[in-house]
């Protein structure tokens, strides 16, 4: 099983390097390829990620001069996917813990699940409100995935082939693959001794503002499938 690692990146230069450094410290035989979609960044992303395509000739670095949306650099991945037996799509913004991607891997050959997702894990401290809700939102994700598999963008692994596109300003690229496979007959498992870290929202304004954007990201997919 070859498989292909997406990441999609915008002004990501404080994480990038940790990123690739805990990808690449982790990253099981069967990724043939480790894919950096850079898309409109401004800061030193771009230069960071190149000099580790020098170094490491697994990583390749596509970069998109405008940023034209997440959506965009999800079509490249899916495109590039189907060359290989799996794809992984990991947040620009998050480290993948130890094995993660691995047991993603293993758990696509196994059965026949078509889209797998990881548990994501804030690293946000408990000190403050903001932070404490970021926990409870991500704890209870955890718990509702248990019975009800909810697949998180931070990090998931699917079969190519299967979606070739996602639509052009799509906001939860996530859900939207999980609706499409689920209709189309496969499985979609959640695997909570695979996690992701991520930072959440540290203000109540961008706690607010992204819970709103992924609200219309859910209504979007409800309109285009009929389902959220």
Known sequence: MKAVVGIPVYNEEANISRL????MSGLPRS?????????????????????????????????????????????????????FDAAVC????????????????????RGNAGIVGARPVPLNSK???????????????????????????????FKPGIVREIPP???NDDGYLQVLF?????????????????TGPRTVGDFCRQRRRIFVGHAQIEILVGKK
């Open 20 to 23: 690739l450094e805990v990808l």
């Open 31 to 83: 990724v043939a390829k480790v894919l950096v979609i850079s898309s409109g960044s401004t800061d030193n992303t771009n230069q960071i990620v190149e000099s580790y395509c020098k170094r490491l000739p697994l990583i390749s670095l596509i970069v998109e001069e405008e940023r034209t949306g997440k959506a965009s650099a999800m079509n490249i991945i899916l495109r590039e996917a189907e060359k």
């Open 90 to 109: 990991l947040g620009g913004d998050n480290l993948p813990g130890d094995e993660a991607v691995g047991i993603l891997l293993s758990e696509l050959e």
């Open 127 to 157: 000190d403050k409100f903001v932070d404490w809700c970021v926990h409870a939102m991500w704890n209870l994700h955890h718990l509702i995935s248990l019975k009800t598999p909810k697949i998180s963008g931070e990090l998931f692994a």
């Open 169 to 171: 300003g799509l906001i």
């Open 182 to 198: 689920e209709m189309r007959g496969f499985r979609s498992v959640y695997l909570p001794h695979a996690k992701v870290y991520l």
